[in-house]
């Protein structure tokens, strides 16, 4: 099992990089969090049409959402 590494370790790390190699690094990670969160996304209208299939969730107007919203 591999050891966790603190935040704080991980910038004092970045910090001693070039900037370049800074700038790449943030461009990587940008990248990986919109592939992350575009997964999300994908599981979760996959996980809402699943439930509208097996009628465990029904269609809703817009006001009607509104009004449970903010109850």
Not at 25 to 47: D, F, G, M, T
Request: charged fraction near 35%; charge should be negative; hydrophobic fraction near 40%.
């Amino acid at each position: 099992m591999s050891e966790r590494v603190l935040f704080g370790d991980v910038l004092e790390t970045i910090d001693q990089l070039p900037l370049e190699d800074q700038q790449a690094l943030a461009e990587v990670l940008q990248r990986r969090i919109i592939e992350r969160r575009r997964e999300e996304i994908l599981s979760e209208i996959l996980s809402a049409r699943n439930e509208y299939k097996n009628g465990s969730s029904k269609p809703i107007d817009v006001d009607d959402l509104m009004t449970e919203i903010l109850s």
